[in-house]
């Protein structure tokens, strides 16, 4: 028996405000509320909230919480000091993605945020992985987590707190802080490619914060934003998304994710795997950008010299470019040979061309 989605702490304003609000991971969370492009520009050109409290929160605590982390994750989390979180990545022993997560390390414990889709059973992996030196503690339910993403977001985040987070570096939080009244803990991580921040607050807290800052930036163009322009701007920066760009079938190494694998630091789970895995990959993950007009679709063929080779993970047109975008897999052995793709769609073989990663380069992430 299908399980019925849950609501987001802002689930009202989502019905009020959106004819467009859909079953995500299990949540209810909406497209978008006035349009993607709309959405997409605001977040480009000013600021928007996204709600992502779908995503799970899972703390670690005890005597040996580093030590368990670091067999647990693929990035080395021994480089992080209290207040600086890491991009990381948890795998089975065959060196399999369980999910792709972030790692905060607080003052007393570790907090690691993986994405929506069975939140539970990653916890009851942690916990089967576990020594009794160890706690881990399941607060999805107890959190709400709210995103504000563009250039204007460091000023309406300032208008909110009174300590200066001009110095916040990317990839750093404050663990605690009041904002408009309420205790939250500030993160300066996002998923667009602009400068933002995410919100760690309680569900009590998050529909006050959510609506008194559309209501005081309002008139500089702050909007809400929902799941389709999150997509088109994550994809405009060749951000992976579990269950489209990767899964438990594949390896960081296939995916391009070994910038956050550290294979010298020791022991952690899925090493083996993976150091064989890296000398022997059968697909890797490749961004292209078309050259002839099409909109790439998920499962859409990739074509090299007339032959099919791959396939598109993610694609999209993207509104900053006007042109269409992806992410995909083709065969290694074809990596280098030629970058002149074509793209099977509606039964038309697309001219296409691979690129590096980021397709938009002018973003304020690093303001």
């Known amino acids: 028996m299908a399980h019925k989605p849950k609501k987001t702490a802002l689930y009202d304003f989502h019905i009020a405000n959106s004819n467009n609000v859909v079953d995500f991971s299990g949540f209810y969370l909406p497209v978008f509320y006035s349009s993607i492009m709309d959405e997409h520009r605001a977040v480009r050109n000013k600021a928007a909230l996204f709600d992502v409290c779908h995503m799970g929160q899972l703390i670690i605590s005890g005597i040996e919480s580093e030590k368990f982390v670091q067999t647990v994750t693929t990035n080395d989390v021994s480089k992080l000091s209290s207040g600086q979180a890491q991009y990381s990545a948890i795998c089975n022993e065959s060196g399999g993605l369980i999910d792709d997560i972030i790692v905060y390390k607080r003052k007393t414990d570790y907090m690691i945020v993986v994405n929506a889709s069975g939140i539970e059973k990653k916890y009851k992996w942690l916990k089967s992985v576990s020594t009794k030196s160890v706690q881990i503690e399941n607060i999805s339910n107890e959190l709400s987590m709210i995103a504000i993403q563009g250039p204007l977001s460091r000023e309406i985040i300032q208008a909110g707190c009174g300590f200066n987070i001009s110095k916040l570096k990317f990839y750093n939080f404050i663990e605690s802080i009041d904002f408009l009244g309420f205790n939250i803990l500030l993160s300066r991580t996002g998923y667009t490619g602009e400068l933002g921040f995410e919100i760690y607050c309680s569900n009590e807290a998050v529909s006050h914060i959510w609506n008194s800052i559309l209501e005081d930036f309002k008139s500089a163009g702050v909007k809400p934003a929902g799941l389709g322009s999150r997509d088109t701007l994550r994809l405009e920066m060749g951000y992976l998304l579990y269950g489209s760009d990767m899964n438990i079938k594949t390896t960081p190494f296939n995916a391009g994710l070994g910038w ?89 073989n697309k001219k296409g061309e691979l690129v590096n990663a980021p397709f938009y380069k002018k973003g304020s992430l690093n303001s």
């Open 260 to 348: 956050i694998t550290n294979l010298k630091k020791g022991d952690f789970i899925g090493r083996d795997a993976m150091i064989s895995n890296k000398k022997s990959l059968d697909t890797v993950l490749i961004y292209f950008i078309m050259t002839e007009k099409g909109i790439p679709r998920p499962g859409c063929d990739i074509i090299m010299r007339n032959e099919v080779v791959g396939y598109v993970s993610s694609g999209t047109i993207s509104p900053s470019l006007n042109k269409g975008i992806g992410i995909g897999y083709i065969k290694a052995e074809y990596l280098g040979t030629d970058k002149l793709i074509s793209i099977g769609i509606r039964g038309r």
